[in-house]
């Protein structure tokens, strides 16, 4: 196993102030995750370090308590997980154990995506760590090759590996997110269970790729080029704007951030400016005003829930936290949930979340989530 360079206490510091102040790059999270998670391992640890573990446990659990104690109206809660990891800033300055625990542990370099790891709440049976970024490039020789190191694929680094010209398939699994930068320069944001199907090199008069899943789009700006998104039986056209895209179980919808897209299903097309989101049926475009900030929360890192109902939440959680979910009794959240938290929290800390925004509750079991009254 490899071991771990060693990290010096001001890189810490700073690390972990750039992540409270929302600064990171997405290397630097990562390595904040690590950091942070390798706190919940008890395994080859020194009778000392396990002393101090239990402190740094105590710690967190008595932040988030007390967070978890104090319902506001409208009962929402903020980002417990920055808190507990503002915590930690207070422990890292003042214990230079954990230094040498972390140098000396021997821990992977990155976390395993969703691994389940033990509860430290005593609400549960396990607990699971949140999903991270993964990707498989499938060329259409059908030789695959897995992107795991910064959650971004530049397709031009692909170019030169010999493989045949056209089409590249980006696939992301569940408990993943992904960044793609396209050959013109645009930037595609795949949420978990998403595929891209994009050519190697675009054509000289159009820009076209396919979806499934869900993603967001920030297309570069070429007036002779339009952009097209296939998806389902539908296409978006645009030729420079922002916006999300998303087709899950049969639903496609789109949502402006900024620019114009037309969408064109069938025999018919509209137009949608920035705000709004046209929901897309085999009868008809229904182009409406949309809460922006929702729809691109996962791009962002967060889950965002506006009066939604709880199928369509626990839909997010089991595709970030590879779970599946179980409902006991006549389950209702009456006129819908609101809340959010970071998406780089523990599976635990998400249900706290839930369960203090609803009347309902929550109980893990490897990787089966029970919903019950």
Known sequence: MKKHSPLPLDEIRQLLSKYLQGNCTAEEEQRVLNWYYSFGRTDDVRIAELQYKRRLDSLKNNVLGKIGDKPAKPKHLMRPFAIGIAALVVMAIGISMLLFRYDQAGRPDLVPNAAIVPDETGKHKNDILPGGYYAQVVFENGRTVAVT?????????????????????????????????????SIVWLNSLSSLRYPENFGSDERQVYLEGEAYFEVAKEASRPFRVKVAESTIEVLGTSFNVKAYGGQVSAALVEGSIKVISRDVERMVVPGEEAVISREQILVERSDIRKQVAWKDGDFFFKKDGLPAIMEQISRWYNVDIVYEGDISSGGGITGSIGRSARLSDVLTMLSNVSDLQFDIDERTVTVRK
Request: aromatic residues 6%.
């Open 149 to 185: 190191d910064s959650g971004e694929l530049d397709v031009s680094a692909l170019v030169s590996t010999g493989e045949p010209a056209g089409y590249r398939t980006v696939n992301v699994p569940k408990t993943a997110t992904f960044r793609v930068k396209l050959s013109d320069g």
